[in-house]
Each structure stands twice: as C-alpha cells, then as structure tokens.
T-cell receptor, first 112, second 116 residues
C-alpha cells in the first residue's frame, strides 16, 4: 500500500528565506507527482506536475524535483513571502490505478 | 485554464437528512472525477472514483449506500450524503482530470458540510 509522508509537518520561517519541503513515498510505481497549495478552508491549487520520466519542474520561485529510486520529491521555494503561507500537499498518481494518493501535508507560515 | 466548480461551498443540515453536492467541469469533459474527504488539519482521503455512465468505485471503508455518487454526464458528478450524522461533518472536495491519465488533476473549491 502506497504511503506518502511529508516532512516537516509544520514550518515557520522569516520572509526571504529559501526553503525545502519534502515528500516521501513507499511505492515507486507512480505515474506522476503533483504539488498543491491549500489555503485554510479552501480547495487546492495545483503548483507543479512532474511526470515519472522527469526529474524536475520549475515555475517562478518554485522548483520541484522527483527521485523515484529513493522515493522522494522536494519542493523548493525561493525567497519566501508571507503570501506563500499555506498548507502544501504532494500527491502521487499510482501507475496501475491512476488514483491520486495525498501526502500528510506541510503547514508553512512565512513571517513578515 | 481548466475550472472545476463545486456547489454548495458550505451547507448545514440536520441529522437524518440528505445532502447533495455537485461537481462540474466547466470547460472540459471529464470521464472520471474523484471525491475526497478532509478532516480538520488532516490530508485528503480518497473516497471514490466517479466514472461517467457507470458505477462509482469506492475505496475500502467507504459506505457506498451512504455516499451515493452519480456521474450522469461528462461534466457533472454528484455526491449525496444520505441520512447524514454529525460524524459526516467534513470538507468534501471533488477533482477532475482534463485529458489523458498523465494530465494534472483540477480541484473544486470544496464543500464544508456541518451536520447538527
């Protein structure tokens, strides 16, 4: 059974810092991996999608990497801003079923 | 871009009543939609996969008779919580994939259900 863990569970940093969020998974048979942002009481906003054949994706200040062999993905946020404060979720699409399994989430707070 | 609309955004109902939540793909056809449930400060748990024109596939532990899913068209899936109880209070979110299986998921804004 696929298990997806995100570390840390919560993170508080001063504005301007570069930071890394981690996502670990136990089954490398994935189709793709997607990073999402969720604001309190809201739905999900897709940030980056990495196909299983890719190593990384970049969008603005965000960079996501994927290492299937080690079962890890990281989301790098450069020059963090208070507006980045949210919960960040990674989700994996299983190769066989294409179902998305979500990680446990990281609650990020960027202090002004 | 692709947009998934979910309605209502919040609902309060009395115990024993049924509540229907709609999920629409506004600018694309979705043969498959997914329904998730999220408890406070927890991650999303997949409840069921909704397939247009056929029965939904439920995850283990999800009562199919309690959470009725109907995917009658390529742009609409509905989740009905039947005989709701306070423990059904949660945040329900639907999602749809636009295009091939390797395309990203798009999510609705969720429905906050409170059962009193």
């Amino acid at each position: 059974k696929q298990e997806v863990t995100q570390i840390p569970a919560a993170l508080s940093v001063p504005e301007g810092e570069n930071l890394v969020l981690n996502c670990s998974f136990t089954d490398s048979a994935i189709y793709n991996l997607q990073w999402f942002r969720q604001d309190p009481g809201k739905g999900l906003t897709s940030l980056l999608l990495i196909q299983s054949s890719q190593r990384e994706q970049t969008s603005g200040r965000l960079n996501a990497s994927l290492d299937k062999s080690s079962g890890r993905s990281t989301l790098y946020i450069a020059a963090s801003q208070p507006g980045d404060s949210a919960t960040y979720l990674c989700a994996l699409s299983h190769s066989g079923t294409y179902k998305y399994i979500f990680g446990t989430g990281t609650r990020l707070k960027v202090l002004a | 871009g692709a947009v998934v609309s979910q309605h209502p955004s919040w609902v309060i109902c009395k115990s024993g009543t049924s509540v229907k939540i709609e999920c629409r793909s506004l600018d694309f056809q979705a043969t498959t939609m997914f329904w998730y449930r999220q408890f406070p400060k927890q991650s999303l748990m997949l409840m069921a996969t909704s397939n247009e024109g056929s029965k939904a596939t439920y995850e283990q532990g999800v009562e199919k008779d309690k959470f009725l899913i109907n995917h009658a068209s390529l742009t609409l899936s509905t989740l009905t919580v039947t005989s709701a109880h306070p423990e059904d209070s949660s945040f329900y979110i639907c999602s749809a994939r636009r295009g091939a299986v390797n395309s990203p998921l798009h999510f609705g804004n969720g429905t906050r259900l409170t059962v009193t």
